[in-house]
């Protein structure tokens, strides 16, 4: 019986060590950053009235890309009062009429959850999907269901405008 308890004590130990060392694998293994993955997107509005509203993401391993949500901050850089958007490269940014999404487009053509844009570590890029909205998503003038971003490009959701950038670091 002592015996037995003994083998079961270990055999616990053994599988706790494991499971820590999987786990502080998989830490450092997400904590590694590629240099071309510490790049900044932007995506500016282009408003008729000249306004702009900036949204950025940085995929990256610094403590903004722990960010599970998007934080308003004054962009000093752009006319226009717009602001801009800290995103998580872990998180999808959601554009769409819901006032919860990343972006909201109060235009009733916007579907609640029209689009999302997300960092795609596998592709190194950032990429922009239509979630099967009613009047669809474009980029350069083009339909695209889903579609790598690049930078200059425009993308329109219900009539409104946003060029994607890449800042130069």
């Known amino acids: 019986m002592d015996i037995a308890l003994a083998v079961l004590r270990v055999l616990i130990a053994v599988a706790l060590y494991a499971f820590l060392g999987v786990l502080l694998w998989a830490l450092l293994r997400e904590g590694r950053g590629s240099p071309a993955t510490a790049q900044v997107a932007m995506l500016t509005r282009l408003d008729a009235g000249g306004t702009a509203s900036v949204l950025s993401g ?29 995103l998580s490269a872990r998180a999808t940014a959601w554009v769409g009429r819901d006032p919860n999404c990343t972006i909201c487009v109060s235009n009733e053509f916007a579907s609640q959850h029209h689009a999302r844009i997300e960092w795609r570590a596998d592709k190194k890029a950032w990429w922009i999907e239509d979630n099967n909205s009613r009047n669809g998503t474009e980029v350069n003038g083009e339909k695209v269901m889903r579609c790598e971003l690049s930078v200059g490009d425009v993308v329109t959701i219900a009539g409104a405008r946003f060029r994607f950038d890449m800042p130069e670091t």
Do not use: D, K, W
Not at 68 to 83: L, Q
């Open 58 to 86: 940085m995929p990256s391993s610094a403590p903004e890309g722990a960010l599970t949500s998007a934080s308003p901050i004054t962009s000093p850089g752009v006319t226009g009062g717009a602001r801009t958007y800290t």
